[in-house]
């Protein structure tokens, strides 16, 4: 553990500057994870960062993709009224990334059409790049505050 002198010393060196340079560090190295939730939030819960619904397919999307179905050029079926999954996108969900870097962490998706998907006017929220709150406090709280705490123990000697 040391002297009262040197924890003094040690300490010193948890300045706000440190504390943050620890978590975006952490953050980056978790960023495929950080990367998933948002896919996961664009998939499966078809929601931007806010908890709103991102879009419902149109009866026109369902002609069609019934239409290529028996066509056999795809198998995929998509109801009037489901919520958008963005699959048929190919790569724009593949694509989705998260970057932390300078103290901030960017969402975004490496498919060049991702500009033409945001474009789309039956689009509910154009919001989709990011974590909503609930899972912001996830990833403080199961994440970050786990690796902060274990880091600066580490530093404090204790």
Do not use: C, W
Request: charged share 25%.
């Amino acid at each position: 553990m040391g002297t009262l002198q040197q924890q003094l010393q040690r300490a010193e060196k948890l300045n706000p500057q440190h504390l943050v340079d620890i978590i975006f560090n952490f953050l980056a190295s978790i960023e495929a994870e950080l990367a998933s939730l948002n896919k996961d939030q664009i998939y499966k819960s078809s929601i931007d960062i806010f908890g709103n619904p991102l879009g419902y397919y149109s009866r026109a999307t369902e002609y069609i993709t019934t239409n290529d179905a028996l066509l056999g050029k795809g198998t995929r079926i998509k109801k009037e009224g489901d919520p958008y999954d963005f699959l048929q996108y190919g790569e724009f969900l593949k694509g989705v990334y998260a970057k932390a870097s300078k103290g901030f962490v960017t969402f975004g998706s490496s498919d060049p059409k991702t500009d033409d998907i945001l474009s789309n006017i039956r689009l509910l929220s154009k919001s989709f790049f990011g974590l909503t709150d609930e899972h912001k406090i996830e990833v403080i709280q199961n994440k970050i505050k786990p690796h902060l705490l274990k880091a600066t123990r580490l530093e404090l000697g204790v």
